[in-house]
T-cell receptor, first 115, second 110 residues
Framework: NAGVMQNPRHLVRRRGQEARLRCSPM?????VYWYRQLPEEGLKFMVY????????ESGMPKERFSAEFPKEGPSILRIQQVVRGDSAAYFC?????????????FGPGTRLTVT | SQQGEEDPQALSIQEGENATMNCSYK?????LQWYRQNSGRGLVHLIL?????REKHSGRLRVTLDTSKKSSSLLITASRAADTASYFC??????????FGTGTRLTVIP
């Protein structure tokens, strides 16, 4: 049973380009969470999705950032017109039921570098 | 902010010694979880303690929770070099997402 998978593991983008980060949750999990981690800091919640629904996007910047979790395929976090401040590690986590305080299973992360 | 704060920020001990890390948070919680992160890697779930529990054990890990003080501690006994990592506490209140602290960087010297 494969764990949470994220790709790419490393992504380099120039300022103004778009970044697409993908996350495949664990088999049987229909709840996906995205977090961002800046260097030397803890993880900050961005968005929580279920299949075809955004449940909570309170941690995601209103502009340039969007997320989706289609019926088929991985969840995608999209950052348009990236800026240097977007450089961070982006982690995806999944849980089976989405109950309050569920243990979340984390992927290895995508490290985005904006040059 | 519900975010937890770990203390100390960094801890360096000899192999075989015990390591204690503390976490404080600000609002009421449903549960508190501890995660480990090896350098450049994702997070690994260690243990979850519910708000009505005071202490929990898992192998060499012992977690306590004091909801009156809004604090938790993680004790790793008989530390090993492989325990070297960053440790984060994460709290869950009324939302499905987790609020993470800033982490304690533990170094275990062989």
């Amino acid at each position: 049973n494969a764990g949470v998978m994220q790709n790419p593991r490393h992504l380099v983008r120039r300022r103004g380009q778009e970044a697409r980060l993908r996350c495949s949750p664990m088999k049987g999990h229909s709840h996906v969470y995205w977090y961002r981690q800046l260097p030397e800091e803890g993880l900050k919640f961005m968005v929580y999705l279920q299949k075809e629904n955004i449940i909570d996007e309170s941690g995601m910047p209103k502009e340039r950032f969007s997320a989706e979790f289609p019926k088929e395929g991985p969840s995608i976090l999209r950052i348009q017109q990236v800026v240097r401040g977007d450089s961070a590690a982006y982690f995806c986590a999944s849980s089976p039921l989405g109950q309050l305080g569920d243990e979340q299973y984390f992927g290895p992360g995508t490290r985005l570098t904006v040059t | 902010s519900q975010q937890g704060e770990e203390d100390p920020q960094a801890l360096s001990i000899q192999e075989g010694e015990n390591a204690t890390m503390n976490c404080s948070y600000k609002t009421s919680i449903n549960n508190l979880q501890w995660y480990r992160q090896n350098s450049g890697r994702g997070l690994v779930h260690l243990i979850l303690i519910r708000s009505n529990e005071r202490e929990k054990h898992s192998g060499r890990l012992r977690v306590t929770l004091d909801t009156s003080k809004k604090s938790s501690s993680l004790l790793i006994t008989a530390s090993r070099a492989a325990d070297t990592a960053s440790y984060f506490c994460a709290t869950s209140g009324g939302a499905n997402n987790l609020f993470f602290g800033t982490g304690t960087r533990l170094t275990v010297i062989p």
